[in-house]
């Protein structure tokens, strides 16, 4: 029981023990970067993985050679690219009922009231919101938006946030600071990240109410 707690401790806090994992595994490190992230993005009952943090924590780890920056944000931007687009599809092709009572249906209904009221240009503005980020493409799926609209908004918000996080990281993950006050970054991260949505609906409540929009979010433009 203790192995398996310890097990679920590693995976849910990948990015503390990440520097240790590195040495433990070497390249096969990547392999396990790499499924992580397209977890998070790609399977709606697994929002708790670590996102925005992971990204920071390699981009520290390439600052100091541990690992290669281009080959890290090239790997890393495909494994989320993969599973946005798959998780668009699960959604596409079998509906909100296929991970059943797994699954949080209010971060659901909240992530499509949003694209209602704003349009899918939010996809971009989700990328940066944690739970929100693996809930979107599925409720694009499930809503029918088209597969082009999709790609293109989510492609530019994928590339903002993996070059966002593991650039933070490469550039200020080794200052003496930062180390002893990881936590309090992180959060800080995941607050810059927000400031975009914020900004947007802020826009859109100064805009006077949103125009009617119809139910299906594949007909918003």
């Not at 433990?24 to 992580?36: A, D, K, N, P, R």
């Not at 920071?56 to 989320?80: E, Y």
Request: a neutral charge.
């Amino acid at each position: 029981m203790d192995s398996l707690h310890g097990l679920i401790d590693h995976i849910l806090h990948l990015n503390k023990y990440l520097p240790d994992l590195v040495q433990q595994y070497g390249v096969e490190i990547y392999g396990i970067l790499f499924l992580v992230i397209f977890c998070e993005t790609g399977l709606v009952i697994t929002p708790v993985l670590p996102g925005d943090s992971l990204l920071f924590t390699v981009g520290a780890l390439c600052a100091t050679a541990q690992l290669n920056v281009v080959f890290s944000w090239c790997l890393l931007t495909a494994a989320a690219l993969m599973g946005d687009h798959s998780n668009y599809w699960i959604g596409r092709l079998f509906g909100e009922n296929v991970f059943g009572k797994f699954m949080n249906k209010k971060y659901l209904e909240k992530t499509h009231e949003i694209y209602e009221k704003h349009g899918v240009q939010t996809l971009v503005l989700f990328q940066f919101a944690p739970i929100f980020r693996t809930f979107a493409p599925f409720v694009a799926g499930v809503g029918e938006m088209t597969y082009a609209k999709f790609a293109r908004f989510n492609l530019i918000g994928v590339l903002s946030w993996t070059l966002l996080c593991i650039g933070s990281g490469y550039f200020f993950g080794n200052l003496p600071w930062v180390n002893q006050h990881f936590e309090v970054v992180i959060l800080g991260i995941v607050f810059v990240s927000l400031i975009p949505s914020f900004v947007h609906i802020a826009k859109a409540l100064m805009g006077g109410s949103p125009k009617a929009t119809p139910k299906k979010v594949r007909n918003q433009e």
